[in-house]
């Protein structure tokens, strides 16, 4: 029993630090896509210099650390549901976690798709919308980790405005930020 103890919570932690890796290179490419669009206003020979090693750094920051962190992530919580499934498939926690983790996985996709567009020079996004994708990942972080840490204890309602609440104060926040820059 203690070694099933061990390993879950070893299980537990390779989870969790691989989900804040996961997290780190959301957030990290996300900036990455900002400093990049940011670029395309720059004299030609300064925007194919910074726009050449934005696509490397946005192609080594995807696939050596995001998505394989992603990949583990993933892994290393299934491992875990594996373990104890009558316990955590009952769970309604559970069952939101997984929705926001479905929902994650699309905007890694999502994300993805993005670099890719920009590697090919088509710039879908100012700025400032990626600014604002870039708080969806803050919900999303947020979301997951109360979900988690409250499980049962949580009360819906409150929780819901509380959220809602969360993503209208980070807008406004860039919206602030984007009028003192102006």
């Given at each position: 029993m203690y070694f099933c103890d061990m390993s879950f919570?070893?299980?537990?932690?390779?989870?969790i630090i691989f989900f804040v890796s996961w997290f780190a290179g959301l957030f990290y490419m996300v900036r990455l896509f900002i400093y990049h669009t940011e670029a395309q206003d720059k004299k030609?020979?300064?925007?194919?210099?910074?726009?050449?090693?934005?696509?490397?750094?946005?192609?080594?920051?995807?696939?050596?650390?995001?998505?394989?962190?992603?990949?583990?992530?993933?892994?290393?919580?299934?491992?875990?549901?594996?373990l104890d499934p009558n316990y955590y498939l009952t769970q309604g926690w559970m069952h939101i976690k997984l929705t926001f983790v479905i929902f994650l996985l699309v905007y890694h996709f999502y994300t993805q798709k993005m670099m890719f567009q920009m590697a090919e020079n088509k710039f879908n996004y100012s700025s400032t919308q990626l600014r604002l994708w870039n708080e969806l990942a803050t919900f999303f972080l947020v979301s997951i980790v109360f979900i988690v840490v409250l499980k049962s204890n949580i009360n819906w309602i409150y929780g819901i405005i509380g959220f809602f609440s969360f993503g209208i104060m980070l807008m406004l926040v860039v919206k602030i930020i984007n009028r003192i820059r102006a």
């Amino acid at each position: 029993m203690y070694f099933c103890d061990m390993s879950f919570d070893a299980l537990k932690a390779l989870h969790i630090i691989f989900f804040v890796s996961w997290f780190a290179g959301l957030f990290y490419m996300v900036r990455l896509f900002i400093y990049h669009t940011e670029a395309q206003d720059k004299k030609e020979i300064e925007k194919i210099t910074l726009s050449n090693q934005f696509i490397i750094m946005e192609k080594k920051l995807w696939w050596v650390i995001t998505t394989p962190a992603m990949i583990l992530t993933v892994i290393f919580g299934s491992w875990m549901i594996a373990l104890d499934p009558n316990y955590y498939l009952t769970q309604g926690w559970m069952h939101i976690k997984l929705t926001f983790v479905i929902f994650l996985l699309v905007y890694h996709f999502y994300t993805q798709k993005m670099m890719f567009q920009m590697a090919e020079n088509k710039f879908n996004y100012s700025s400032t919308q990626l600014r604002l994708w870039n708080e969806l990942a803050t919900f999303f972080l947020v979301s997951i980790v109360f979900i988690v840490v409250l499980k049962s204890n949580i009360n819906w309602i409150y929780g819901i405005i509380g959220f809602f609440s969360f993503g209208i104060m980070l807008m406004l926040v860039v919206k602030i930020i984007n009028r003192i820059r102006a």
